[in-house]
């Protein structure tokens, strides 16, 4: 039979019965989509306990679901019964399609695949679950290369809507085609994909995920603060360290060593880390400890361990602030001096002029007005935010504050000078802290006599609704002036993320690569900025997709951190994508000017 004729009826096929080959996460989470929505499920393991805990797994899925009134105890019934167990592949004989989802490994997926061929009707699909594996290299070893293709789900797969499909040059469409349907009625978004390592959204996201192995190894921060930074800075669900112990550590190592070898960015080259921890079998959730240490193997409960964030207060004694500077006129000002006011603090608005520091404090009242209005504190709240801080036309206003914060210019130069003057105005103790994003905290501090007493105080816009701070201790500071800065987090209800003086902190460092190796997807004609945002935000959980966020930013924003990251830390992956610089030099930057990666109405 040609391979035109195998696949005849497989475009009127229903496949509505489906062998999963693999229990793993991946396959048992497969395997509850596809019962949960009416399919007949043959679940294939030769590890019995990974097909029992398959099966528990589900069991206790739907009952939760059940506990949540989202399914009726004849619908959980039924869904277990639609999932049966196997322990060899003969069981799939009867299916109209078969994924398999085994360890990434080009001789264990090749020995299903040519056990497959011996086993499955002929015009019956066979899908891989690889995210980094070339799916046209397997479909080319098979007898029936016609009806295979790559169908990438995201972990974990009950919750997360992206499914990547991949054709190879050999796929048939109609293939592709039934498949696609599949995938819409199991309630998922369908994208289609090429064939190279990671596809688009882990092509993406294992990079990020790399960096911050990397960043961890390098003891730069802590797992718990690089987890927490990404989670509160970006919006993301789970934070990078946590999310490579639910991928498995080893998983994540085997999918960026196909990367590396295919696109040979250093950036893909797997950090040590992983390599040792997969090596002692420390592959994350489902071995039970990874990055963080679990109940048990399997569990999502993260236990202490010997590694864990010391609790809060032991930071030691810290200094007393009641009284509090905020230095500058722009939102970011603004919004800090909101917050300090809102947390109890006398609070001092300074400008350059009387004028701009009263137009200022005049945005705090509108913000305040807002919350008014959606009953989120009264108005007699509001006015008692508002006589907490006095507007005024001169640092000179900062002689007795505890705590001076600068919101000023991201220029160097002038943020040195305004340190300079508050070494002047500010009484001996009072902490000196800057925002700065980008520029080196310790260049500040050298501005003043009192290098001991300055400290990276790194808000998130807009301040009153981000929770993220990132504490940037320089070699300088004192330990009393980093306590005293993580109380006063913790008073103003901020979390704060502990992290050296190092360009683009703990945040920036991580998403601004991931940023520019989008561009740079779109640039190599590999995806659409749609695809890749779509992927983003429905494989990785992303709020915003990378093209929606860079408008947002700012394209000259990001080109300047960009630069700076490249500038630091030297590396080849990091130079900014020559179609950003593009965009940059043709005045194209964002929602901001009404265009930037996409266009915009004039406001």
Same mark, same amino acid.
């Given at each position: 039979?040609?391979?035109?004729?195998t696949?005849?009826?497989? *475009?009127?096929?229903s496949?509505?019965?489906?062998?999963?080959v693999?229990l793993?996460?991946?396959?048992?989470?497969?395997?509850?989509?596809?019962?949960r929505?009416? %399919?007949?499920?043959i679940?294939?393991?030769t590890?019995e306990?990974?097909?029992r805990?398959a099966?528990?797994?589900?069991?206790?899925a739907?009952?939760?679901?059940?506990?949540?009134? %989202?399914?009726?105890?004849?619908?959980r019934?039924?869904?277990?019964s639609r999932?049966?167990?196997?322990?060899e592949?003969?069981?799939a004989?009867?299916?109209?399609?078969?994924i398999?989802?085994?360890? +990434?490994s080009?001789e264990a997926?090749?020995?299903? @695949? $040519?056990?497959?061929?011996?086993i499955v009707?002929?015009d019956?699909i066979?899908?891989?679950?690889?995210?980094?594996? *070339?799916v046209t290299r397997?479909?080319?070893?098979s #007898?029936?290369?016609?009806?295979?293709?790559g169908?990438h789900?995201?972990?974990?797969?009950p919750?997360?809507r992206?499914v990547?499909?991949v054709?190879?040059?050999?796929?048939?469409?109609?293939?592709v085609?039934?498949?696609?349907?599949?995938c819409?009625e199991l309630?998922?978004?369908?994208v289609a994909?090429?064939?190279?390592?990671g596809?688009?959204? /882990?092509g993406l996201?294992?990079?990020?995920?790399?960096q911050?192995? =990397?960043?961890?190894?390098?003891k730069?921060? *802590? &797992?718990e603060?690089?987890?927490?930074?990404?989670?509160?800075?970006?919006?993301l669900?789970?934070?990078?360290?946590?999310?490579?112990?639910?991928?498995?550590?080893?998983t994540? &190592?085997t999918v960026?060593?196909?990367?590396?070898?295919?696109?040979?960015?250093r950036?893909?080259?797997p950090?040590p880390i992983?390599?040792?921890?997969?090596?002692?079998g420390?592959?994350?959730?489902?071995?039970?400890?990874? @990055?963080? *240490?679990? +109940?048990?193997?399997g569990?999502?409960?993260?236990?202490r361990?010997a590694?864990s964030?010391?609790?809060?207060?032991?930071h030691?004694?810290?200094r007393?602030v009641?009284?509090?500077?905020?230095?500058?006129s722009g939102?970011?000002?603004?919004g800090?001096a909101?917050v300090?006011?809102?947390?109890g603090?006398?609070?001092?608005?300074?400008a350059?002029s009387?004028?701009k520091?009263?137009?200022?404090?005049a945005?705090?009242a509108?913000?305040?007005?807002?919350?008014?209005?959606?009953g %989120?504190?009264?108005?007699?709240a !509001? /006015?008692?935010?508002?006589? %907490?801080i006095?507007?005024?036309g001169?640092?000179d206003?900062?002689?007795e504050?505890?705590?001076?914060?600068e919101?000023? =210019? +991201?220029?160097?130069?002038?943020?040195?000078?305004? @340190?300079?003057?508050? /070494?002047?105005v500010c009484k001996?103790?009072a902490v000196?802290?800057t925002?700065?994003?980008?520029l080196p905290?310790?260049?500040?501090?050298?501005?003043t #006599?009192r290098p001991q007493d300055v400290?990276?105080m790194?808000?998130?816009n807009?301040?009153? $609704?981000m929770?993220l701070?990132?504490?940037v201790?320089t070699?300088?500071?004192?330990?009393?002036?980093?306590a005293?800065v993580?109380?006063?987090? =913790? &008073?103003?209800?901020?979390h704060?993320?502990?992290?050296g003086? !190092?360009?683009?902190?703990?945040?920036?460092?991580l998403? @601004?690569?991931y940023?520019?190796?989008?561009?740079?997807?779109v640039q190599d004609?590999?995806?659409?900025l749609?695809?890749?945002d779509?992927?983003?935000?429905?494989?990785g959980g992303?709020p915003?997709?990378?093209?929606?966020?860079?408008?947002?930013?700012?394209l000259?924003?990001?080109?300047?951190?960009?630069?700076?990251?490249?500038?630091?830390f030297?590396?080849?992956?990091?130079?900014p994508?020559p179609l950003?610089e593009?965009?940059?030099?043709a005045?194209?930057l964002?929602?901001?000017?009404?265009?930037?990666? &996409?266009e915009?109405a004039?406001r």
């Amino acid at each position: 039979m040609d391979h035109q004729s195998t696949l005849s009826a497989s *475009s009127s096929l229903s496949l509505s019965t489906v062998a999963v080959v693999g229990l793993g996460t991946m396959g048992a989470g497969i395997a509850e989509v596809l019962a949960r929505a009416g %399919r007949e499920v043959i679940g294939i393991d030769t590890d019995e306990s990974a097909a029992r805990r398959a099966v528990a797994a589900l069991e206790a899925a739907t009952a939760r679901s059940v506990a949540k009134e %989202r399914l009726t105890e004849q619908e959980r019934l039924n869904i277990l019964s639609r999932f049966r167990i196997f322990g060899e592949l003969e069981a799939a004989a009867v299916a109209d399609l078969v994924i398999e989802v085994v360890p +990434e490994s080009y001789e264990a997926k090749q020995q299903v @695949f $040519a056990a497959l061929d011996l086993i499955v009707r002929p015009d019956a699909i066979v899908a891989t679950g690889t995210n980094a594996l *070339s799916v046209t290299r397997l479909a080319a070893e098979s #007898a029936h290369p016609e009806r295979v293709l790559g169908l990438h789900f995201f972990n974990p797969a009950p919750t997360m809507r992206l499914v990547e499909i991949v054709s190879s040059v050999l796929t048939d469409p109609r293939a592709v085609d039934c498949v696609t349907a599949l995938c819409a009625e199991l309630g998922k978004e369908p994208v289609a994909a090429g064939d190279r390592p990671g596809f688009v959204a /882990d092509g993406l996201l294992f990079g990020y995920l790399n960096q911050a192995a =990397a960043m961890y190894e390098a003891k730069y921060a *802590s &797992r718990e603060d690089i987890d927490a930074a990404m989670k509160l800075g970006c919006g993301l669900p789970m934070g990078p360290l946590a999310l490579l112990d639910l991928i498995g550590i080893d998983t994540a &190592r085997t999918v960026l060593e196909a990367m590396y070898a295919s696109s040979r960015d250093r950036l893909h080259a797997p950090a040590p880390i992983l390599g040792q921890l997969a090596e002692a079998g420390l592959t994350g959730r489902k071995a039970g400890r990874g @990055f963080y *240490s679990y +109940e048990a193997p399997g569990s999502p409960v993260v236990v202490r361990d010997a590694l864990s964030a010391p609790e809060a207060g032991a930071h030691g004694e810290g200094r007393a602030v009641s009284r509090v500077g905020v230095a500058g006129s722009g939102t970011m000002a603004s919004g800090i001096a909101e917050v300090f006011a809102k947390a109890g603090y006398e609070v001092v608005l300074a400008a350059r002029s009387e004028d701009k520091a009263a137009t200022a404090k005049a945005r705090i009242a509108k913000s305040l007005a807002r919350s008014v209005d959606k009953g %989120r504190m009264t108005g007699q709240a !509001r /006015d008692e935010v508002l006589a %907490r801080i006095t507007p005024a036309g001169s640092l000179d206003s900062f002689a007795e504050v505890d705590l001076a914060v600068e919101a000023v =210019a +991201e220029d160097l130069a002038v943020k040195q000078d305004l @340190f300079a003057t508050l /070494d002047k105005v500010c009484k001996p103790g009072a902490v000196l802290a800057t925002t700065t994003s980008s520029l080196p905290v310790v260049a500040c501090a050298r501005a003043t #006599a009192r290098p001991q007493d300055v400290i990276g105080m790194h808000f998130f816009n807009p301040a009153p $609704a981000m929770k993220l701070v990132e504490v940037v201790r320089t070699v300088l500071t004192a330990d009393d002036v980093h306590a005293t800065v993580r109380a006063v987090c =913790a &008073r103003i209800r901020k979390h704060p993320v502990d992290c050296g003086d !190092r360009a683009g902190f703990i945040v920036n460092a991580l998403l @601004f690569p991931y940023l520019n190796n989008a561009i740079k997807m779109v640039q190599d004609h590999y995806a659409s900025l749609d695809e890749i945002d779509a992927a983003m935000k429905l494989g990785g959980g992303y709020p915003m997709g990378p093209f929606e966020l860079l408008d947002v930013v700012g394209l000259d924003v990001s080109l300047a951190i960009e630069k700076v990251l490249h500038r630091e830390f030297r590396d080849p992956g990091l130079a900014p994508a020559p179609l950003l610089e593009h965009l940059v030099a043709a005045g194209c930057l964002g929602r901001k000017t009404g265009r930037g990666f &996409r266009e915009y109405a004039r406001r």
